[in-house]
């Protein structure tokens, strides 16, 4: 019984990765392709909340890299690394967003794009250091090919850091600046909405649409790595491995590549502007298709005349 449990989610595991893992990394690289176009364009690239989006939207379509014996630590180092850069860029939106909502307009004046660029430059350098722990540590293992560390207090300091940077600090601060946001649109409805214009108001509600969304889907990880890590010293049978790795396997792997892949869609959903851009672009990728296709034609050749 323990085998054939072991083989069905084994098999299982195996059929989604395949299936539901691949089909969600094409949809998360076109979508992230369509998110950088969007925000590309120059109704959206002009705020520096579109700027942010932007960046974190060509942070998201960064593809995986295989795991081999010899970049097994950088490929969990740049999935970490990258994913604190992306939830950084979502926090500094989110600010950004409530500073715009300030009657005071020198906080406003705080929102622009120069100033978006040069922190996120600097936040680009701290998404580098802080994760430098799993370049270090991580090793591969077999015969199960997974990456991890050996070292008990780098483990403990990994589920600290995996509490501290990817829930409780971006979602606590999403959260914040969230309510403190709607708080101030219901204020001061009348005159926010003659200041506003309409691209900050979709670029709010894509935002707080971001942050539910988040918080949602990366609260299960770390606790899911705690109890990894508590359960990797026990004594457990077959069964009970199985069904730990069938799980850690949702969790981590299927339930993240579902987050970065359905960005794209959500912000279809939310945004009226991000729609409407999105239709442009698509006509002329169309139209410049249709354009390629009827342009080539036969031309007719004349053989130059011999001059006897």
Known sequence: MST????????????????????????????GIFNVLVFSRSTLR???????????????????????FWYCQLRVYLTYSSGLFTRSLIVL?????????????????????????????????????LPIHVLISNNLHLPLRICYSDVYWLNIYDIIYQYIFVVILPSGLMSIFSFIL??????????????????????????LSQVLF???????????????????????????????????????????YFYFSMTFILNIIISRTFRKEFLDIWKKINENIFQIKHITRIVPFNSPTLIK
Request: proline letters at 1%; glycine letters at 4%; aromatic letters at 8%.
């Open 4 to 31: 054939s449990l072991s083989e069905e989610l084994g098999s299982l595991t195996a059929t989604l990765n395949l299936a539901l893992g691949i089909g969600l990394i094409i949809v998360g690289i076109i979508g």
């Open 214 to 256: 988040y918080t949602i889907f990366h609260v299960p990880v770390p606790i899911s790595l705690t109890y990894i890590r508590i359960t990797s010293s026990l004594i457990r049978n077959n069964d009970r491995i199985t069904i730990d790795n069938f799980f850690s396997f949702l969790i981590n792997t299927e339930i993240i």
């Open 182 to 207: 709607i708080y101030r649109l219901r204020s001061q409805r009348i005159r926010l909405a003659r200041e506003l214009r309409i691209r900050d108001k979709q670029l709010i509600w894509m935002l």
């Open 93 to 129: 939106a989110s600010l950004d967003r409530l500073l715009l909502c300030s009657l005071n307009a020198t906080t406003r004046s705080l929102c622009n794009v120069k100033m978006a660029i040069r922190i996120i430059r600097i936040l680009k350098l701290f998404s580098f250091i």
């Open 46 to 68: 002009k705020a520096s909340c579109g700027m942010y989006f932007l960046i974190a939207s060509i942070s998201i379509s960064s593809t995986s890299i295989l795991t081999t």
